[in-house]
């Protein structure tokens, strides 16, 4: 920064150029800052859960897409216990199961964890699935 200038941006060349760059590289940091936070609310229902972390791949309401198997029908392979258990090590808990390691293959990327989120969380997920067709 001692030559003033903020990459991807404008050279600064006097110091009102120099205020102006740092007032817009700190409204920069301060919308990264709230996308953050959105990003690591892990409130809501199970549906709003779902909706946020699993549609992208599942679709809204889980019939599944080219990134992703349904997850209708699959109630009879599943307890509360045994999702969040996935959930929190998809791949780990695949690999010690056929049905999902062959399964896995069909698909370009793998299921990703979700330990981040918290039991509550978890378990709700887990409900919402589970109360699927
Ligand atoms: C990046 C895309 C992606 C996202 C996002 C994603 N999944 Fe998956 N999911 C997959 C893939 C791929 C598989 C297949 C893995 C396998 O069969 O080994 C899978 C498998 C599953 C399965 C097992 C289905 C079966 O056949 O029994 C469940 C349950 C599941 N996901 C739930 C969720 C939930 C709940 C979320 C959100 C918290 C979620 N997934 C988010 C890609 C995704």
Redesign the pocket.
């Known amino acids: 920064m001692s030559q003033g200038v903020v990459p991807g941006s404008v050279p600064c060349y006097n110091d009102a150029m120099r205020t102006a760059c740092l007032v817009l590289a700190g409204s920069l940091l301060l919308a990264l800052g709230f996308s953050c936070s959105d990003a690591a609310d892990y409130s809501g229902t199970g549906p709003e859960?779902?909706q946020n972390?699993?549609a992208?791949?599942?679709m809204g309401d889980g019939a599944g897409s080219q990134?992703?198997?349904p997850?209708h029908g699959?109630k009879s392979?599943?307890t509360r216990e045994s999702?969040v258990a996935?959930?929190r090590d998809?791949v780990g808990y695949?690999a010690k199961d056929p049905?999902?390691?062959t399964?896995?293959q069909k698909?370009s990327?793998?299921?990703?964890t979700?330990k981040m989120l918290p039991q509550s969380a978890l378990e709700l997920?887990a409900d919402h699935?589970l109360a699927m067709p």
């Open positions: 859960l779902f972390q699993c992208s791949c599942h990134l992703a198997p997850l699959k392979h599943w999702l996935y959930l998809p695949a049905r999902l390691r399964q896995g698909f990327l793998a299921m990703p979700y997920l699935v």
